[in-house]
């Protein structure tokens, strides 16, 4: 997978979130999420045993786009509400339970019983809900450039970066910016 400029991954295991929004690369039209086999393929490498369906594609693709829509609303869009409607129905197919381990802590873990794309949705929830505790989850962005919307971790120290690169879409902003100022009348 790209990944542009500079930019680190984001921290693990958030970086499922953003490999899984990052399946689909706008700009070079590309989609690695086409097949049952490509869900499966890539549940597989992250260590979720599960075979899955082209139903479960679309909840796949569904919930990789809404994850986009949230991760651009950390850059301060708003998430529209079909969208927040779309990512609770999907968790809601996919609930989370309590596992405890040999200290008595305690973790989000997803329920038994769930089968292909739910097993993902489930992980994502589990993934999200320990960023939110940890204060990382606001860091995962989308690219505000329409034509990327790449999601990246921002691991500026003010935590307020727009674009996934600046090289390349900050400097493209930037430019039709200063191009819109410079037009006469």
Avoid at 38 to 48: E, N, S, Y
Avoid at 66 to 94: K, M, N, W
Avoid at 162 to 169: A, E, F, K, N, Q
Wanted: hydrophobic content about 40%; glycine content about 8%.
């Amino acid at each position: 997978m790209r990944q542009p400029g500079d930019r680190a991954p984001a921290p693990a295991p958030l970086s499922l979130v953003q490999d899984l929004a990052n399946t689909w690369d706008i700009e070079a039209g590309r989609d690695s999420l086409r097949t049952a086999e490509d869900l499966t393929a890539f549940c597989a490498a992250r260590g979720m045993t599960v075979t899955c369906t082209e139903d479960d594609v679309a909840a796949a693709r569904a919930l990789r786009e809404g994850l986009r829509d949230a991760c651009q609303a950390h850059t301060g869009a708003d998430l529209p509400p079909p969208v927040r409607q779309a990512l609770t129905r999907l968790f809601e197919r996919a609930p989370l339970t309590v596992a405890f381990d040999d200290a008595g802590g305690a973790r989000p873990a997803p329920a038994h019983g769930l089968a292909g794309a739910d097993v993902l949705v489930a992980e994502v929830g589990r993934v999200v809900l320990d960023a939110v505790a940890a204060g990382t989850w606001p860091r995962l962005k989308a690219c505000a450039a329409h034509g990327c919307r790449w999601v990246y971790y921002d691991h500026s120290p003010g935590g307020r970066s727009r674009w996934c690169t600046m090289d390349i879409c900050g400097a493209r902003a930037k430019m039709r910016a200063y191009r819109e100022r410079k037009r006469p009348g």
